[in-house]
């Protein structure tokens, strides 16, 4: 090792170190991680919330799984997921959980000549083409609910996410609930043993193999279906209508359920009522600890989600996200005050 | 054999050898052309003196570059000394040693191994007891993988040094660590660069060790107690983003890193390079 | 350096000798531990492995590595479709990879003209340093439409019907799959055999190749006779090196395999590797059973490494034993 070398390395540490010390004062910024699905938005609050009040929160998208493990080794103020946890896993871990903002999942095909919106699916002839029971085209059931169509006779290329994933748990509950084949043979997951089709990683990476696969279908998030105007299909929902997945579709999805009753707004919004409603809608959750060990890091992030429920509707609603209901946001403020209590056993946000 | 067969083997078997260097070569120009293609339009001051932005605005890569070269330039600082070292004693004092045969044998295992491996052992070394993600853990997730790349490349160097040169400085009464520090080091020494540039050209595209330690950051930090941005994680969540204006920021972003590390591959190689020549 | 020289004083020469005597020792000690903190990681890295994957490992027992299923629903686990998946595609890329790179060495050592060398060996060895989720991102948007559309289709009409090809060829053409990534792996440890190859062919003494010259030997003669058996050792060597490589590649690997927890007969269908199915489901795993398999995927690929590089070591010191003997 030659001394000039080193010794500017050392320098360059003693530079880091410097920096550091300086920036040691203001480390109050509060961090979490988890779901990759909710990323862009956060992202965007985030940057808003500093310019308004000059305080940072870091979120980084490590996945859902990742999100959970890291709340239960207390190394970020908060997780998020895309999927619930169940109330007795929470009450288990002294956590309690809220939902954010919602979207929906978006079947997307790619076949010569159909347009957005021109082929309608129910979901047992979705999760039979996911069984790779059906495995073309111009099957019969197909055929059946799109009689105005010509339908090519290309075989089908499923197309999957092939990482963990809250959509495939959303897609896959839904497909659970319609399919009692695809409950007992599948089952729901964030990741699941496909019994047919290719997986890609992320809705990235789904997109682009649909894409590129002629006779192909997949999944993806709707703000990732409506940023790349990908071909997405009409599904029959609960109550027998051909819908479309629009904003609207996926708050009508929301509208019916009474969150009143959900323990931990445990809610699933998959195959809800409502003749307007998208099939397949889903919110994404924030985890935080009931008693947290720093009240004062959950209790900023906490006002950081109020400011977001209050300002950030319009930012949601242009990254193709859904924002929540008002009523809701008013139940989750309830539940903040009763159940995220610090030290002293007083809410961590203070009422104002 | 018939010398027409053999001037026709010759021939056949020479075009093949030229045909397998231009494939070589042309996979290269088609990667760096997609790469160029696709990073240099998102290329501008903006990307080197702006934080990174929500989707839908304009902003650069500042804190994530800022976050690579000081995570890197620790990993670095640590990593290269204790390599320097280890090398040292396998070519130097223990150079028959049992020991050595087992560290040799052990460090290419470590060289090989899947970074995402030595992600999961600093995760559980340090975030888990440190009881929050660090810039410093992401650090030490690097060095580990400086290390084994110094090691190797200051041993062979170290190897190579004629023992006339040692035994001069032994004649002339220097004791061995005088002798190493001035005969052995100044001799390797281009060698030893080469190994440092390397090393530092295998970390600063690491993404999976740096997932799981130093986190990202979506703001300016210094902070090394604190989770900090990285140009390879940053690239890894923008590219597989829906949103168009991120994704041209990950290109820009892999641009840097490629541009960054061929001309610390192409530095390195002219040091070494002036070696071979002297 | 000069200073231990000439000193008339014998008292204080027997200083200066123990002074110099503790230094080295100090320096001495200093080395061999950095040489020990070396084997402390190793060690720290296996263990954290072992523990993380002990739960599996426990549940499922030797049967994890012969199970195809990977179920996360049902946390049925087991490691066969990954060992499958890494070993495949390493072999198919060394296979591509090894004949190009011997190639390219040939090339640059015998044909290429003089200036052009250095450029040229350079630029194949760029490849290397190029980060490996470039690879992927080209591999997904570039590479793969390409054999999708204009190679798969070809082979599997050329190959329909014949038997034991045709099974290795069968559609669908996905574009991405185990043969897609097994390309890709070829690319990526391309640079690395090649430059190894071209640097052990260097050493060949002038003398040897010129003497088989002189004998009237065609430049492959000399290659095949000369060459290749003088630098065996150092070829294997660079060989064993791109191998590591090829069985440990995350990032490529996960953008263009497919990702198929499944072992079919087709190359062109999607598989997968262990460090794909880790990089994967890592982030996104919940429960313990689950993340454990993963750790435990983790150390088997830790296994497998271990046992190649080991069997390379034999392997060359073997070679250096008859070629010394």
């Known amino acids: 090792m030659s001394f000039f070398n080193r010794g500017g390395l050392m320098a360059a540490l003693a530079g880091a170190l410097a920096l550091s010390a300086g920036s040691v004062a203001h480390a109050a910024d509060i961090s979490g991680a988890g779901a990759t699905f909710p990323y862009p938005i956060y992202a965007k609050w985030a940057d808003a919330y500093k310019k308004e009040t000059g305080n940072g929160l870091n979120y980084q998208s490590i996945g859902s799984g990742g999100g959970i493990k890291q709340i239960k080794a207390k190394t970020v103020t908060f997780g998020a997921s895309d999927m619930p946890l169940k109330p007795e896993e929470l009450k288990e871990a002294g956590l309690t959980q809220f939902p954010t903002v919602m979207g929906g999942v978006v079947p997307v095909v790619n076949l010569e000549g159909i347009a957005p919106g021109q082929i ?65 043979k599948v089952g729901t997951n964030t990741s699941l043993e496909w019994p047919t089709g290719i997986g890609a990683k992320g809705n990235e990476g789904v997109a682009a193999n649909v894409a590129q696969t002629a006779g192909s279908i997949g999944y993806v998030e709707y703000a990732y279906a409506k940023q790349n105007k990908l071909t997405f299909i009409k599904l029959v929902n609960a109550e027998g209508e051909a819908v479309e997945p629009t904003a609207e579709a996926f708050q009508a999805a929301a509208g019916g359920v009474d969150w009143t009753k959900a323990e931990d707004f445990y809610v699933i919004l998959t195959n809800e009522p409502g003749a307007k409603s ?60 009763k159940n995220v209590l610090g030290a002293d056993g007083k809410p961590v946000l203070a009422a104002k | 054999m018939a010398y027409a067969t053999r001037r026709l083997r010759n021939l056949v078997m020479m075009t093949l050898c030229v045909v397998s260097a231009a494939i070589g070569l042309g996979w290269l120009l088609l ?45 670095v600082v640590v990593g290269t000394p204790i390599g320097v070292l280890a090398a040292t004693y396998m070519a130097e004092y223990g150079r028959h040693a049992r020991l050595t045969q087992v560290v040799r044998f052990i460090n290419d295992i470590l060289l090989s191994a899947p970074s995402i491996i030595v992600g999961l052992f600093v995760y559980e070394l340090l975030v888990r007891r440190m009881g929050h993600f660090s810039a410093i853990a992401g650090a030490v997730a690097l060095a580990v993988i400086v290390i084994p790349v110094v090691l190797r490349t200051t041993e062979d160097m170290l190897l190579l040094v004629p023992n006339a040169l040692r035994e001069a400085g032994t004649a002339i009464g220097a004791p061995r660590w005088i002798v ?47 989770p900090m941005a990285s140009l390879p994680v940053t690239i890894f969540q923008f590219a597989l983003s829906p949103y168009e204006d991120w994704q041209a920021l990950a290109w820009t972003g892999a641009l840097i890193i490629t541009v960054a590390v061929l001309t610390l591959s192409i530095l390195a190689r002219t040091l070494g390079g002036r070696r071979e020549g002297r | 350096m000069s200073l231990a020289m000439a000193r008339p004083d014998e008292a ?17 000690g200093l080395t061999r531990a950095a040489a020990l903190l070396v084997l402390v990681i190793l060690g720290g890295v296996v263990v954290s492995l072992v523990e993380g994957s002990w739960q599996a490992l426990s549940t499922f027992g030797l049967g ?43 090339f640059l050592t015998e044909l290429c003209p003089r200036p052009l060398r250095r450029p040229i060996g350079i630029a194949v060895e760029l490849l290397a340093g190029i980060p490996s989720i470039i690879y992927g991102i080209w591999g997904l948007f570039v590479f793969a439409p390409f054999l999708q559309r204009h190679i798969q289709p070809a082979i599997i009409a050329a190959t329909k019907g014949i038997p034991g090809l045709g099974q290795l060829f069968a559609g669908p053409p996905y574009g991405i799959g185990m043969l897609t990534a097994a390309l890709i792996l070829a690319i990526m440890v391309l640079p690395f055999i090649a430059s190894i190859t071209r640097d052990v062919f260097e050493t060949v003494p002038a003398m040897l190749k010129e003497s088989a010259f002189g004998i009237g030997c065609t430049t492959w003669e000399v290659i095949s006779k000369v060459v290749l058996p003088y630098t065996r050792v150092g070829v294997v060597g660079g060989v064993m090196l791109g191998l590591g490589r090829a069985l440990g590649e995350t990032m490529a690997v996960t953008f263009v395999i497919g990702n198929a927890h499944r072992i079919a007969p087709s190359l062109f269908a999607p598989g997968t590797t262990i460090s794909a199915t880790i990089a994967n489901e890592f982030t996104e795993a919940v429960g313990d059973v689950y993340t454990s398999s993963l750790i435990a995927l983790g150390l088997v690929l830790f296994v497998i490494t271990f046992i190649v590089l080991a069997a390379a070591r034999s392997m060359l010191l073997r070679l250096e034993r008859r070629a010394g003997g």
Do not use: C
């Open chain 1, 120 to 184: 309608t699916l129910d979901g047992p002839t979705l999760a039979k083409i996911f069984l790779g029971e059906i495995t073309s085209w111009d099957d019969a059931a197909i055929k059946a609910l799109n009689p105005d169509v010509k339908l090519p006779s290309d075989a089908i290329a499923v197309v999957h996410r092939s990482d963990g994933s809250g959509t495939t748990f959303i897609y896959s509950n839904y497909l659970a609930q319609v399919s009692p084949d695809w409950k007992a």
């Open chain 1, 278 to 337: 998208w099939p397949i809608a889903g919110a994404t959750f924030i985890l935080v600890y009931k008693k947290p060990d720093d009240a004062a890091a959950t209790g900023e992030a906490l006002k950081f989600f109020d400011w977001a429920y209050k300002n950030g509707d319009a930012m949601a609603t242009d990254l193709a996200y859904v924002p929540l209901p008002d009523d809701l946001v008013t139940l989750i403020e309830a539940s903040w005050a």
């Open chain 3, 64 to 106: 994890f590595l012969a199970t195809e299923t990977w179920n996360p629903v049902t946390e049925k686990f087991g490691a066969l479709a990954p060992i499958y998946g890494t070993l495949v595609t390493a072999a198919i890329a060394m296979v591509i990879a090894v004949p190009l790179g011997i190639g390219i060495a040939i």
């Open chain 2, 180 to 226: 190493i520090r001035s005969v052995a080091y100044r001799a390797a020494r281009a060698g030893m660069i080469t190994g440092v540039l390397l090393a530092v050209a295998r970390v600063s595209g690491e993404t999976a060790p740096l997932l799981f330690t130093a986190l990202s950051n979506q703001f300016w930090s210094t902070d090394l107690n604190a």
């Open chain 3, 12 to 28: 204080a020469r027997s200083a200066a000798v123990r002074r110099f005597a503790l230094a080295d020792g100090l320096f001495r």
């Open chain 2, 31 to 75: 990667i760096l052309g997609a790469l160029l293609y696709e990073g240099f339009s998102g290329l501008s001051v903006a990307v080197f003196t702006q934080m990174t932005p929500p989707p839908g605005e304009a902003g650069g890569l500042l804190n994530a570059i800022l976050g690579s070269l000081l995570m890197t330039g620790i990993a």
